[in-house]
C-alpha cells in the first residue's frame, strides 16, 4: 500500500571483524529494537545490512505516530546496538517520503522514493560519516552532530539511552529500577551521553512537524 515512510537503512561497521554469530546477535538487536516501534518493519539486508520502514502519519496523529520521530528511532536503534559492546556500531541513512511497502510487510520487496534516496544515501556516505539524512539541510546538519554524540557512546550509556530515548520514555527512577542500577548512575550516563542536548533537540524537531 502506498504512504509516506520514514525509512533508514544500515550497514554494521567493521562486520568483517565480528563472527557469525556476532554478526547475527546485532542484527538481531536491532531487529528486537525495532519491533518496539510502532508499525516499524524490518529487514535484513544481506550479510551485514538492514533495513526499517515506519509508517509516518497525518498531522493530526503526529503525537501518537512518527511524524519527525525518525532521528529518535536511528538513535534508538544504535543505542540498542551498542548494548552488545564497544565493537558494535552501525551506518544510518534516512529518508521521508512516499513508498509502497507489500502486504507482506518486507521492506526489501518495496519501492518509492523514500526507498530509494535512503538507499544512495547510505551508499554515499563519506568514509567517516556513520548517520546522514536525506532531507539536507538543518535536519541533516542536526542528524551528522547526532551521529558524533552517538558514535562515542560506552556499553553503560547506551543501555540507559535505549530506554530513555523513546517519546514514552519511563520517568528515571523507574528506568533505574527497569536496568538494576542507581537513579544517580541513570543521571550521570545520561548526562555522559548528551542526553540533555539530544533530547531537547529532538523534542524541537518533532514538535515542529
Known amino acids: ?3 509516506n515512510y520514514a525509512v533508514l537503512t544500515g550497514d554494521l561497521i567493521g562486520s568483517d571483524d565480528l563472527a557469525p554469530d556476532a554478526l547475527d546477535a546485532a542484527i538481531s538487536a536491532l531487529a528486537s529494537s525495532a519491533d518496539t516501534i510502532g508499525g516499524a518493519a524490518f529487514a535484513r539486508r544481506g550479510g ?6 515506519i509508517p509516518t502519519l497525518s498531522i493530526g ?14 538513535l534508538t536503534l544504535r543505542a540498542a546496538l551498542r548494548t552488545l559492546g564497544k565493537a558494535y556500531a552501525t551506518r544510518i541513512a534516512i529518508a ?11 521492506p526489501n520487496a518495496a519501492h518509492g522514493p523514500a526507498f530509494t534516496a535512503s538507499g544512495r544515501l547510505l551508499e554515499a556516505l563519506p568514509s567517516g560519516a556513520g548517520m546522514a539524512h536525506a532531507a ?11 551521529d558524533h554524540v552517538s558514535a562515542a557512546w560506552t556499553p553503560a550509556q547506551a543501555r540507559t539511552m535505549a530506554v530513555m ?10 528506568a533505574a529500577k527497569r536496568l538494576g542500577i542507581t537513579r544517580q548512575a541513570v543521571n550521570q550516563a545520561l548526562w555522559a551521553a548528551g542526553y540533555p542536548a539530544l533530547d531537547a533537540a529532538l523534542r524541537l524537531i518533532e514538535d515542529a512537524e
Request: hydrophobic share 35%; charged share 25%.
Open 48 to 53: 551485514d545490512g538492514w533495513q526499517v520502514a
Open 96 to 106: 521521508n517520503g512516499p513508498g509502497t511497502l507489500p502486504a507482506e510487510g518486507d
Open 1 to 3: 500500500m502506498a504512504q
Open 61 to 74: 496523529e503526529a503525537r501518537e505516530g512518527h511524524n519527525g520521530h525518525e532521528l529518535r528511532h536511528a
Open 165 to 174: 530515548l523513546p517519546r514514552d520514555a519511563p520517568i528515571r527512577a523507574d
Open 136 to 146: 539536507g539541510g538543518a535536519l541533516d546538519a542536526v542528524t551528522r552532530l547526532a
